[in-house]
């Protein structure tokens, strides 16, 4: 196979299917070039395959021969010769992997210039100054990605000659004041890196493309895979393409265009453009651009043009796209297209609106599988409640949603503030990819510059973290930013609105986010599509949340967790259950917990009329309804315990265990106290009988918590049923009450078909099942080892966050097989926090549970991620003709 393919490469399928081979931008570049025919500069792409090999052995053996022949198969297209002294041909050199990584990988722009073809070039175009930009631009591109040079060095060489010429913009430098800056800049070069600038173009161009192979493996690159889950053996391909020149003259320039609004979904002329400009001044945010409509205005015929090639485009590839050109000279030509990013209330709306335009012509299904997870995520996001403080500045509604945090001005900054538990937002003057770490963790990221295709902008809108750009009343100082003659130091509290662009001086109320109207038709959509194979129930304790997760679509309460009803103003009658001395003073204590919880499962089951509530029994140890022993013994030594304090301290020391998670908890403690249990079996008993006598449809389902073996779950089974006698009689008054297990063990797994002999439902809790699995504690982990295993590659992901497919997965698969050989009609599910991952629900789907639970917020996302997977295993042809 070749490792390099020019763009005008007739290849046996469409480049547009190539995106593993070409990466994304080379494969769109040759469908754009070779199959619509569009004005693209001519280029090569050196392949995926060529950039895994240089990760294992260092510069393949072959590649050299086919970049030289590809390389003189452009210089034939273009009529000129890299480097030449005369008429030098320019090339750029591009990133381009599989998956859109904006910004992360590195990019070498007018590779080619040398002392001697700057002049050439110059006579070429009879524009010294033309010429001198392009050369000192390349020296610091080149100086900072492949010799490694601080790019903040070169950007004080180019202010202070700025400054001394008297220039305000940067293409008001005279071709003698970019001279110095050239001279400049090469003498830094030198002093940092021990050698002279090279000269020589071909060995500029291998320098270029190890840099790119190179920054696949940056720590931002890095950092930014394992965020969108992106692995990281892939590699990514290079585009060497010949340069056109937005900065050639007043006749040019340079814009990123969108098909539609990638905020809203709206239709219409939306993006960024410059005058005179290369590409990378619209994207970092160095000068203050002009909306793409301007563009009309002095540019009219490649604007209609790009209007043109923007329909054909959407037409072509049936989604929203975004887009990269230049003009040179009054000549437009694409750099880019590729599927762009948005937001998810743009995601939704534009799925819809693409099902009824005809040229699209998307089916539901192809609908369904255009809004991410994340998308949905992104519309759940809060928004302010108050408006009552004052707004200080401005800037471009970047992506939207509400924050709130603490003012922090260096990505470090924000990491070490989040880990001391603070809520922070990234301010910068503009963001790079150096920062993602950062934005990952803020609540939100204010620039004073850059447009909405500003890296800020681009990165904030993918992640859904709120982002306001461009506020360039802003003056940022240090550890310090002022507005007029208002001052927000380090540390002080703001509210940034990425919906409106207001930033707000001090912290505003968050209220929940709003849903636009095709958010509950493509749900509808994606339900239509799951049917019944895999259920979304919802994790609730109260009747609010179990009304909140109805409304968004919960198909009944796969966790009601008990030990959430003991606190507040219960803890009191809890902690006298546990104090009591003799029976009565328990059953006492039990009977007015029991006027509680029959309170609180009434509420459940009328929020979820209809439709199953799962309620655990008390699963945690007594302990934790106790003061620490850290809190008696600190009030011991202060001299201030009463004597109920001194009670609950002997109660503490009574009940401490040096490993309480495997300790006294869940049906160990139910056998240990056997009235607590029978006390919360006959409270729902009671409460689904109020309900049925009110006229609702109660369906009740009782969990056992922690379950090993049949002979526990077989014990409490008979307690359960002796209650339901008791309160409903034989007939059980017309209920049909189900008592099932939580599988929590890697044994309670593995013996499936015992417990089963005497459970009704098995529901998995993935996250005590992950922990006793790798023997991890989660509250332990998070914070210090895991980081480091993932950074390492010692686990691909987060176990905690998406299921374990070979341990933790292999084990709900086992348990839930061996279950269902003894009782065909077993009912399985997963309670655990995973079922609200979608990869997670993909997962389960495959290995046939009936149902997931999560939380009421995730529940839309659990849902979509089902219909999802039913689609992946369809398969595209059968989604695009449904």
């Known amino acids: 196979m070749n490792l390099v393919y020019g763009f005008d490469h007739e290849h046996p399928r469409p480049p547009m299917e190539l995106k593993g081979l070409l990466g994304g931008k080379g ?358 409640q108050t408006h009552d403080k004052p707004v200080i500045a401005t800037g471009l509604a970047a992506s939207p949603g509400a924050a709130v945090g603490r003012v922090y001005f260096s990505a470090d900054d924000v990491v070490a503030a989040v880990k001391r538990g603070e809520r922070a937002i990234l301010v910068r003057e503009e963001t790079s990819p150096e920062d993602v770490h950062g934005m990952e963790v803020a609540e939100g990221v204010l620039t004073s510059r850059g447009g909405l295709v500003s890296h800020a902008a681009v990165v904030a809108r993918g992640w859904g973290k709120p982002a306001v750009v461009g506020a360039d009343a802003l003056v940022i100082t240090g550890d310090s930013f002022s507005v007029g003659s208002t001052t927000v130091s380090e540390g002080e509290a703001i509210s940034i609105n990425g919906t409106t662009g207001q930033v707000v001086l001090g912290e505003l109320e968050l209220a929940e986010g709003s849903r636009p109207e095709e958010f509950d038709l493509v749900l509808a959509w994606a339900d239509a599509i799951r049917g019944n194979k895999l259920g979304v129930r919802a994790n609730a304790d109260t009747g609010e949340d179990a009304a909140r997760a ?166 409490v089974r008979g307690w359960i049923e002796e209650e339901l006698d008791s309160v409903l009689g034989p007939a059980r008054s017309g209920l049909y009450i189900s008592v099932g297990s939580m599988i929590e063990t890697p044994r309670a797994a593995v013996r499936g078909d015992d417990i089963a002999e005497v459970a009704d439902f098995f529901s998995f809790g993935t996250n005590d099942l992950t922990q006793m699995t790798f023997g991890f504690s989660r509250d332990d982990v998070e914070g210090r080892m895991m980081p480091r295993y993932l950074e390492e590659g010692l686990l691909p992901r987060d176990p905690f966050e998406t299921i374990d497919h070979r341990g933790v997965g292999e084990l709900v698969r086992m348990g839930a097989e061996r279950g269902r050989e003894v009782r065909a009609d077993l009912k399985v599910g997963v309670c655990g926090e995973h079922g609200g991952d979608p990869e997670s629900v993909a997962f389960f789907y495959s290995v046939g549970l009936d149902y997931v639970s999560c939380s009421p917020f995730r529940v839309p996302i659990a849902r979509l991620a089902a219909a999802q997977a039913v689609l992946a295993e369809r398969g595209s042809e059968a989604i695009s003709t449904a």
């Open 27 to 384: 494969a769109n570049l040759a469908e754009m070039s070779s199959v619509l025919g569009l004005p693209v500069p001519p280029g090569f792409t050196i392949t995926t395959k060529a950039c895994q090999a240089y990760m294992l052995g260092g510069w393949p053996g072959d590649l050299t021969a086919e970049v030289d022949a590809q390389l003189a198969h452009l210089e034939e297209q273009m009529g000129s010769t890299l480097g030449d002294p005369e008429a030098p041909l320019l090339v750029s050199v591009r990133s381009g992997a599989r998956f859109s990584m904006p910004g992360m990988m590195d990019t070498v722009l007018n590779l080619g210039l040398n002392d001697e073809s700057v002049e050439g070039l110059a006579a070429l175009t009879n524009d010294r100054r033309f010429a001198y930009d392009s050369y000192r631009r390349f020296i610091q591109m080149y100086g900072k990605i492949v010799s490694g040079v601080d790019g903040e060095a070169f950007d004080a060489i180019f202010d202070a000659v700025k400054e001394s010429a008297g220039a305000t913009l940067d293409h008001e430098l005279p071709p003698d004041a970019l001279a110095e800056v050239i001279s400049r800049y090469k003498q830094l070069v030198e002093r940092e890196t021990g050698a002279p600038f090279p000269q020589v173009p071909t060995q500029q161009l291998r320098g270029a493309i190890e840099a790119v192979f190179g920054s696949w493996m940056s720590p931002r690159a890095i950092a930014y895979r394992r965020r969108e889950h992106i692995t990281g053996n892939e590699g990514t391909a290079v585009n060497v393409q010949a340069m056109v020149f937005g900065n050639r003259d007043d006749n040019s320039g340079t814009g990123v265009g969108f098909t539609r609004n990638p905020a809203t979904g709206e239709q219409g002329s939306y993006g960024d453009f410059l005058v005179n400009a290369q590409g990378e001044d619209v994207v970092a945010g160095i000068r203050k651009t002009l909306p793409l409509e301007a563009m009309g205005e002095i540019f009219p015929g490649p604007y209609e043009e790009l209007l043109e090639i923007f329909d054909r485009l959407e037409a072509h590839y049936r989604d929203m796209l975004d887009t990269e050109f230049t003009i040179e000279q009054g000549k437009l030509w694409m750099l880019q297209t590729r599927v762009g990013k948005r937001t998810g209330a743009a995601a939704l709306r534009i799925a819809v609106a693409m099902t009824k335009d005809p040229r699209i012509g998307l089916t539901q299904a192809e609908a369904v599988q255009r809004v991410s997870p994340e998308h949905l995520d992104q519309l759940l996001h809060p928004q302010f």
């Open 550 to 715: 109805r409304i968004y679509g919960a198909e009944g309460i796969g966790l009601a967790r008990t030990e959430h009803m003991f606190l507040g103003d219960r803890l009191p009658i809890v902690r006298a259950m546990i104090l009591a001395k003799t029976e009565s003073e328990e059953q006492e204590a039990l009977a007015a917990l029991l006027e509680q919880q029959r309170s609180d499962f009434e509420e459940l089951l009328e929020a979820m009329d209809g439709l199953p509530v799962t309620i655990r029994l008390l699963d945690p140890p007594l302990h934790e309804f106790l003061p620490s022993i850290q809190e008696v013994l600190e009030g011991e030594a202060a001299g201030n315990l009463d004597d109920q304090a001194r009670e609950l301290f002997t109660a503490a020391r009574a009940w401490q265990e040096q490993n309480p998670m495997l300790g006294t908890r869940g049906v160990r403690l139910g056998i240990v106290k056997g009235g607590l249990y029978k006390m919360q079996v006959r409270a729902a008993a009671e409460a689904a009988k109020a309900r049925k006598d009110a006229g609702g449809n109660p369906i009740l389902e009782l969990m056992v918590p922690l379950v090993v073996t049949q002979a526990e779950m077989a014990l």
